[in-house]
Nanobody, 123 residues
Framework: VQLQACGGGLVQAGGSLRLFCVAS????????KGWFRQAPGKEREFVAA????????YYADSVKGRFTISRDNAKDTVYLQMNSLKPEDTAVYYC?????????????????WGQGTLVTVSS
């Protein structure tokens, strides 16, 4: 079982990036997926999640209105469109999935994790 997160990079404040995460090894197309991030010296925090059934979404207050999570079940891929990026969005971003269709917002609610992709937002 592998989750591969990609799309990170260096961007100026106000810019955009699109992260994506592909699952392999087994199908997670009907499972909930989430994005978390971890900045240096800080704990891993919830960013966004999407359910595996209805596709309902939930966002951290800090990214609401700027980030959009979506999924393509046929490709077993989850995306995170990040707009209006701020320096405080700088972190390693991780995708995760869990063995349930309803989403969670805590890291311990997820069973499988990708390796992380670094997003750096310069001021």
């Amino acid at each position: 079982v592998q989750l591969q997160a990609c799309g990170g990079g260096l961007v100026q404040a106000g810019g955009s990036l699109r992260l994506f995460c592909v699952a392999s090894g087994r199908s997670f197309s009907s499972n909930a997926k989430g994005w978390f991030r971890q900045a240096p010296g800080k704990e891993r925090e919830f960013v966004a999640a999407i359910s595996g059934s209805s596709g309902s979404t939930y966002y951290a207050d800090s990214v609401k209105g700027r980030f959009t999570i979506s999924r393509d079940n046929a490709k077993d891929t989850v995306y995170l469109q990040m707009n209006s990026l701020k320096p405080e969005d700088t972190a390693v971003y991780y995708c995760a999935t869990r063995s349930r269709r309803d989403y969670g917002t805590a890291p311990e609610e997820y069973d499988y994790w990708g390796q992380g992709t670094l997003v750096t937002v310069s001021s």
